[in-house]
């Protein structure tokens, strides 16, 4: 078991405060929701090993992405996420 921690940013590098996430595990066991603090980032409580869905939103950006994450990640792994801008 571990955190789940998320920076999100856009296409510029730019920090997306207050974007909202959410996940569920593959096996529908458990689920949360979050929202990035003003520099982009978030971090969860602790969670039990498996495989979960992250879904990350932002009101002022043009999709939704959805992750695939592995809980514990093998050391020194990471994935971004960013965000296109809205035409």
Known sequence: AENLAVKVVDTTGRSLSGARLSWTRVDGTETGKGRCDSAGYFESETLPAG???LR???A???RKTTLLVQIPRRLGESQQVVFDALP
């Open 60 to 62: 002022d950006f043009s």
């Open 51 to 53: 495989q979960y869905q």
């Open 56 to 58: 990350v939103e932002s």
